[in-house]
């Protein structure tokens, strides 16, 4: 751990910066996963199955309160648009739907784009660190007597690497971060897109069947 510190230390102010962007990505990250994993994720295929039920016995009613037990989680929001919207015909239906819809996904993928931004200005902090490193050792070997340059150089050119390293241990798990959360808002936003069509097929289906019964 000392040597680690005295690294940091040596780094200078890249260091600092780096580690900047390292605090925001590791709260960018536990933000999103609680949201996702917790808010507003759901058993989609458990909670359609549920739905469907519901709405081909006529229980429409049952179903939006279905939905109200799940108030944060994106596709209950959707099907209740689309379930309040039952009655009312079908461009009725599609209306509510998208425009829940076009509510909950960027509610379902902000911010996570975000983690990309910070890898990349945490790796070019490092370079950037490593290059001014780099200039300065070199500068610094003007006044040296000869036989401290080799070591000089080595030092410095070591000290200066310490801010691309530093910069490369945030990014790639940043970018890890941001890989594993896309796939997560990707599956949600799908479920998303495929029930609400599932479910406005399925509510003009039973408006035109109960209509023809009647």
């Not at 040597?3 to 999103?32: H, N, Q, T």
């Not at 919207?85 to 829940?100: D, L, M, P, T, Y």
Request: charged share 15%.
């Amino acid at each position: 751990m000392g040597a680690i510190a005295e690294a940091f230390r040596d780094g200078g102010v890249w260091m600092y910066l780096i580690l900047v962007m390292s605090i925001f990505a590791i709260g960018i990250i536990i933000e999103r996963f609680i949201f996702l994993f917790f808010k507003y994720n759901i058993n989609a295929t458990a909670f359609m199955a549920q739905i469907q039920k519901l709405v081909m016995a006529g229980n429409v009613d049952r179903a939006i309160k279905l939905c109200n037990a799940a108030p944060s989680a994106a596709l209950p929001k959707v099907v209740k648009a689309g379930l309040t919207r039952a009655n009312k015909g079908e461009v009725a239906i599609q209306n509510a739907i998208e425009e829940a819809t076009l509510e909950v996904v960027p509610m379902i993928t902000r911010r996570t784009p975000a983690l990309l931004a910070i890898a990349n200005v945490a790796t070019l902090l490092g370079l950037l660190g490593t290059i001014i490193g780099l200039i300065e050792a070199f500068a610094s070997l003007e006044n040296a007597a000869p036989e401290d340059r080799q070591r000089l150089l080595a030092g410095g050119i070591a000290l200066a690497m310490n801010t691309t390293a530093f910069g490369l241990i945030v990014a790639i798990p940043t970018m890890l971060g941001h890989l594993f959360l896309s796939g997560i808002s990707k599956k949600i936003v799908d479920e998303v897109d495929q029930y609400s069509v599932k479910l406005e097929n399925l509510l003009v289906a039973h408006a035109k069947g109960k209509g023809h019964a009647e």
